[in-house]
């Protein structure tokens, strides 16, 4: 009996320099662990104003004021706001728009270098900024649309509306031998007549016609800021290659 009372003791030793040496405490006490937290968080340190300037916040805060006075609307952006026509705001109807790209697509899709100012004077009256007037044709050959036909749509706003119209184009090679120039037809006006349009004569003794084709073309529809009047604006469509 005396010899394990004094085996006891012993073995706790050992099991206390078993914890000095893991701890490498030389005091020969064990020493307690800080937490995991404590270990990993930094040392904090209080925020002023010029440190928010160093880690990017001022930053941010330059940037969208900047960006505030880039987008502020310029003195003469205003002044074309403020002088728009209360009808320009009014919002385009379905049928509306559909019948207008129609009457435009059969316009842009005619021509006829025998009569080559016809077809910029009736667009001129359609489209938003009139030099669009010459866009889409090189000012050679005839062609003549018709039966347009208006399908999808997409309203981007009550006032701007993307028309898509199928329209049947037929064009015309010169006859050989081309006979001689004759005189311009000239027929009654019929009534009803709300414009001229740029489509040539379906005949002429001058022209050969060709199979017609079906085209499809998107009508951006919105008003005019003048008198509201619906206008045609090539600019609203995305450029498909940006």
Not at 42 to 54: D, E, I, V
Not at 126 to 150: F, I, K, N, V
Request: aromatic letters at 4%; hydrophobic letters at 35%; charged letters at 30%.
């Amino acid at each position: 009996m005396p010899d394990e009372t004094r085996e006891a003791p012993a073995s706790a030793a050992e099991e206390e320099s078993e914890v000095v040496g893991e701890n490498g405490d030389v005091s020969g006490r064990p020493t307690t662990k800080a937490p995991a937290e404590a270990e990993i968080a930094p040392p904090q340190r209080s925020m002023s104003m010029g440190s928010s300037l160093s880690n990017g916040h001022g930053s941010t805060s330059r940037q969208t004021a900047r960006a505030a006075l880039v987008h502020r609307p310029s003195a003469a952006r205003t002044e074309r706001a403020l002088m728009r026509s209360v009808r320009s705001l009014e919002p385009i109807g379905e049928l509306e728009a559909a019948s207008f790209a129609a009457r435009f697509a059969a316009d842009w899709q005619s021509w006829d270098e025998d009569n080559p100012t016809r077809r910029a004077e009736v667009l001129r009256t359609l489209l938003a900024d009139p030099r669009a007037c010459t866009w889409g044709w090189s000012g050679e050959g005839r062609q003549r649309a018709d039966s347009p036909l208006p399908g999808r749509m997409e309203f981007r706003s009550e006032v701007v509306v993307f028309v898509e119209v199928t329209v049947r184009v037929t064009g015309y090679a010169r006859a050989c031998p081309a006979p001689d120039a004759s005189d311009p037809v000239r027929t009654e006006e019929p009534y009803g007549v709300v414009a001229e349009s740029s489509a040539p004569a379906e005949c002429d003794p001058r022209w050969r016609g060709g199979p017609a084709r079906w085209v499809r073309m998107t009508v951006p529809v919105t008003r005019s800021s003048d008198d509201g009047r619906l206008v045609v604006d090539p600019e609203l469509v995305p450029d498909p290659s940006s």
